[in-house]
């Protein structure tokens, strides 16, 4: 058999296949290795091929795509050290459940283990952190390869996309020449004949007796509370507040639950719990019997200590993806049905409860908390929590709102209060990182309106290579740059107490000014003096487009004060208004 | 037993035992969970501490201190997507040889699977890629324990700097709180008492039967070479040479070797092979029967192409490091022994060889094209090929020449020619990956005088943000930035006759100006206008401090066509002088 036509016709089925299973895109990163199933990619009319240099961004911007997409999205790259690159990104899938299908071209057996140039140990390469990896055949133009070829890509993108979602990797090996036969023919051969797989994922799902036996436990209590951290799954604000209606639940709502934000019925969701559960007298004001809770792990740390006080409460953790959500051990109840699913079933097997006591209790100290708020807008000089308080006012109607990992998010978590607009809140949240978040956030932004990144100096300069995305695509994205010179996080933390090698260690301030690599990936840089010159900005921002980075100013002790001022500010009044009560 | 006393015992013990057994620096990125370990070592007065805010540039840093200083080099993360950022530099450490200790804090065992903020599966996490694992006990403060963490430490280290050297990686849970006890007995406490280990790493060797028997079969040939790849050793230049002379072999000497600069008789050095055996009548002329190859396979393709067609030559292949370097399947002989004690050993067993007219062949064809080399002088324009033929001349005395992968490394390989200064060339061919260049470069200036570093824009790109470094440490280094505003390799290769895609998918331009970045970083940039300049440019750099960044544009094609006159031209003047003799 002709060597081109067999590595023609075999990398044009594991192509089409992927298109056919649900790839849309995939980013390319050159190389010598990858170069037939790079060339034959970019023949296909239905694939979208983006470029990225570097690897690690390049995985990064690929699941920035998925996640805003929800849909798998592929990554291509040569054989060696490229590979090990995509290796963050991949972690970060895993974690955050997000479908990526890696495609590494390697050498042939006989050039491996053998000191042959750019070759490495591929095989099993990203060991646990992907769910699924497969070594592919050699090229071969039969039938029965060819059918195994798109076999295993159908089973690779089901698999990477069923619940819970994340990373496979197949590597392929490739022989010289690499120089694919691309003619017209070279899709319609590969059309999908009648007879080749079809596979279709189902949801979890409990018995009618597990949903009525649950259904009984939630209608005989009046302390129930619901708990959702991230979740992407777009049916389930709807389901979950309904249900919340229901049972007369307070849902507390974490800024990616995607709850604060939308036109479903915010009524029941509580938001500020940041802030007023750091205060003794609302916790025991407070105190659930009941706890469902949906999604990944809260960032609020004051939520995760109140629920480590109230270990006695029965709590029901609903997950989807059959994971072990659990880092403090207090789950009573682990549930593996999809979130929205039970929402909807318990919906029908409940009925309305008749006491709103708890929930108006829960209403009463959010809504306080937010009238203590409306203080943050008094601040003058630029302050990280004032920017998160105003961030939905600023950002327009159907934005995407992606946030850096450390202090962000967790600002975000604090100040971010309800409201109507369609605001989609991304971030990193699988394991955390501070890296890629540039990539990620401008993969996001590929198919977004009205994109807003926020993140700080240390994340922003982590991925700093990765806005070149912004320059070779013209996207459209606002980066709000906090720029506290450093680590701000570790000023909240013990670390801060001991001086020594603090700002060494843990400071680690850069002393950059990012205008210059602003200008170099050919982006605006505007540094912001004060709220007017931010708000005036915040408003032109809307109707333009490209790479536009706002820089504010901060300072890293300052802004640790005015955090402690304000919740000790807000403890007293809360406080006061449950001694009152 | 107290926590905060057990937690500090414990890490300072394994942090005098990994200094006591050879480690002098440790790159260190800011983070929490690392934090006893970060301000432990931070106390060591005999432990350099760098740090560094990415940590893939961190671990490249690492491996560039440790290849200059042939030691082993710690680095220090915290858990999650950080450690997955080191994948790429370990992996080039595996295959390079090179000594990383890899230490990451993780979350201890009941945070883990649990979903649990920024805890990844961490056992195991970079696979195959490192020589040892260890997942290390939690602190305690017992005799015992003690001695466990030193004992793994000590064998650690060994294990990183036996043949073949490589990176280890320990994986040590932490609980809460995270603040060690420093006092000044922090390491008094912790000092060495008589009884532990001490490891003696020996050297493979072969039996006397084994010596006579090579030195039987090598007098009794008049046409042996010796072939040099990537060498670290030291003594390695003077023990190949003095074998060289004995047998009369000529020396093809890879620009990895070390061979072609130093004060070591350069006589047998053969060092334009890579023009010369492109060249038909040349290859003939030259036909060996036996071949020592040392070091790992060298970068010519011509010289590779050379030996397949020489495949019936004996090949003896010596490797200290027990590895398998033998991609074209054509070794006889494959011989575990450390290369310099070889060389000395078959110095006293064989005699010297009265017969020189197979090494005057090889010598004359090597004169002759370094005599039609100087053509390239006369090359006016900015040119690739012209600059690594002079740049010898342009580096001083001492002077370390890190070059980058893809086109400079063969542009080295082809152009840069024997000379009396000691000169040190470095270059990453672990994977021949183009990503961590600039950050291994600098890790490797830190203790070098008269730094050159030498690359291509996209390499140069790739790890962009590593120039970090080089501000904070005030570094001094001299970067040759060769601008073909992209992949110039792809032009030399087939993927170069499919025009439809080829800047899309391998031409890849990225249209940047470079002079923004270095400004961030505090550094000076020029542009080099022509030669004069660019002397000019070399004497005044002699004598500098500081980042310097010289741009010189070319132009892909230019450089392609360049290439091929030049070996055309060669290859005829070759042709007529062997169809002479």
């Known amino acids: 058999m002709n060597h081109q036509e067999s590595l023609t016709a075999y990398i044009a089925a594991v192509v089409a296949e992927l298109i056919f299973s649900g790839v849309t895109d995939v980013v390319v990163s050159p190389g010598s290795r990858s170069t037939p199933m790079a060339m034959i990619m970019a023949e296909h009319p239905d694939l979208k091929v983006h470029i990225h240099v570097d690897e690690r961004s390049a995985a990064f911007f690929a699941l920035g795509i998925a996640k805003s997409l929800n849909r798998p999205v592929a990554i291509l790259c040569t054989s060696g050290t490229a590979a090990a690159n995509y290796f963050p990104a991949i972690v970060e899938a895993r974690y955050a459940r997000v479908p990526l299908i890696v495609l590494t071209a390697d050498r042939p057996h006989e050039l491996r283990e053998v000191g042959a140039p750019q070759a490495i140990d591929q095989i099993h390469l990203y060991g646990k952190h992907v769910k699924w990896f497969s070594e592919m055949a050699l090229p071969e133009k039969s039938e029965e390869i060819i059918r195994y070829a798109r076999t295993v890509c159908a089973r690779a993108v089901a698999i990477a996309t069923s619940a819970p979602s994340g990373p496979v990797h197949l590597n ?126 809260p960032i609020s740390k004051a939520l995760t200590i109140f629920l480590k006080e109230n270990g006695s409460a029965e709590q029901y953790v609903i997950d989807g993806g059959g994971g072990w959500r659990d880092p403090s051990a207090l789950s009573t109840n682990m549930i593996f049905c999809n979130e929205s699913l039970f929402c909807e079933k318990l919906l029908s ?39 998160f308080y105003q961030l939905a006012e600023m950002v327009p109607e159907g934005a995407t709102l992606f946030v850096g990992n450390s202090m962000p998010i967790r600002d975000l978590d604090s100040f971010f209060l309800n409201n109507n607009k369609e605001i989609k809140v991304m971030a990193n949240r699988g394991a955390n990182g501070i890296d890629g978040t540039v990539s990620t956030a401008l993969g996001a932004a590929l198919y977004s309106k009205s994109f807003y990144l926020v993140l700080g100096d240390l994340t922003f300069f982590h991925d700093l290579n990765g806005l070149i995305a912004a320059k070779l695509y013209n996207l459209d994205i606002n980066i709000l740059l906090v720029n506290n010179n450093g680590g701000g996080i570790f000023s909240f933390l013990p670390q801060s107490e001991h001086s020594k090698n603090f700002e060494l260690l843990f400071g680690t301030p850069l002393d950059l000014e990012f205008e210059h690599a602003v200008k170099m990936f050919k982006g605006e840089f505007t540094k912001i003096e004060d709220w007017d010159h931010l708000e005036s900005e915040m408003m032109k921002a809307t109707n333009q487009s490209g790479l536009k980075v706002y820089e504010l100013r901060t300072n890293r002790d300052v802004n640790r004060d005015e955090h402690r001022e304000f919740w000790s500010f807000v403890s007293e009044e809360i406080s006061n208004f449950v001694k009152g009560e």
């Not at 800024?255 to 500020?272: C, D, K, M, Y």
């Not at 100290?365 to 004032?386: C, H, P, V, Y």
């Open 349 to 387: 097997y409940t009925v309305p409860n008749s006491s709103s006591e708890f929930l108006m209790k829960w209403k009463k100290i959010n809504g306080l908390t937010k009238e203590n708020m409306t203080a943050l807008r008094d601040i003058t000089e630029i302050s990280e929590g004032k920017l």
């Open 172 to 297: 392929f090996p490739f022989r010289e020449p690499l120089i694919p036969k691309l003619d017209e023919e070279l899709f319609q051969l590969n059309e999908r004949p009648n007879g080749y797989i079809k596979v279709q994922n189902g949801n979890l799902t409990l018995s009618d007796e597990h949903f009525q036996e649950i259904a009984n436990r939630l209608t005989k209590t009046n302390k129930g509370v619901i708990i959702c951290g991230n979740m992407g799954d777009p049916e389930f604000p709807k389901a979950v507040t309904q249900l919340a209606e229901q049972l007369n639940f307070p849902i507390i709502a974490d800024p990616l639950s995607q709850l604060r934000s939308g036109q479903h019925n915010l009524e029941n969701i509580i938001e500020t719990y940041d802030t007023f559960l750091r205060v003794d007298d609302a916790k025991s004001f407070l105190k659930p019997d009941v706890i469902l809770r949906f999604g990944a792990m």
